[in-house]
C-alpha cells in the first residue's frame, strides 16, 4: 500500500469517527431548558409594569420581572433549582388584573389557566 493510499485511508477514518461523534457531542454541550414564564396581556401601559413588578417582587421564588410595554409581554425569571407553578402565576396576574392571553412555560403553552 502507498503513502498516498494509508493517508486517504487514515483520514477517511478520522472523519468518519466525527461524523459519528458529532451528535453525541452536540447534544452533551445542549443548554438547559429555560425556567422562565413568558406572558402576553390585552393591555400593558407604565401603571401596569409597576403593578406587576411590585406584586412579583414579593414572590421570593422569582429573581426577575421583564415588562414590555411594546410588546405587552411579562417575563419572570425564577431563582436558581426554582420552577414556578404555571397555575399559581396565572392566578397572581388575574389577581392584579392582567388576566394571561398567552402563557409559556417549560411545562408547555396556556390560553386558559392551567390546571397545575
Known sequence: MSSMSK????????????A???PFS????????????????GEMCGGCVKKITKRFDD???VA???????KKSV??????NVRLSPKGIWEI???????????????GTFTSKPKF
Open 7 to 18: 493517508t486517504v485511508t487514515c483520514l477517511s477514518g478520522v472523519l468518519l469517527l466525527g
Open 20 to 22: 459519528m461523534l458529532g
Open 26 to 41: 452536540s447534544a452533551r454541550a445542549a443548554e438547559p431548558k429555560s425556567q422562565n414564564i413568558m406572558m402576553t396581556v
Open 59 to 61: 414572590v421570593d421564588e
Open 64 to 70: 426577575k420581572v421583564d415588562c414590555s410595554i411594546e
Open 75 to 80: 417575563t419572570l425569571v425564577p431563582r436558581d
Open 93 to 107: 396576574m388575574e389577581g392584579i388584573g392582567k388576566t394571561p392571553k398567552k402563557m409559556v412555560t417549560p411545562d
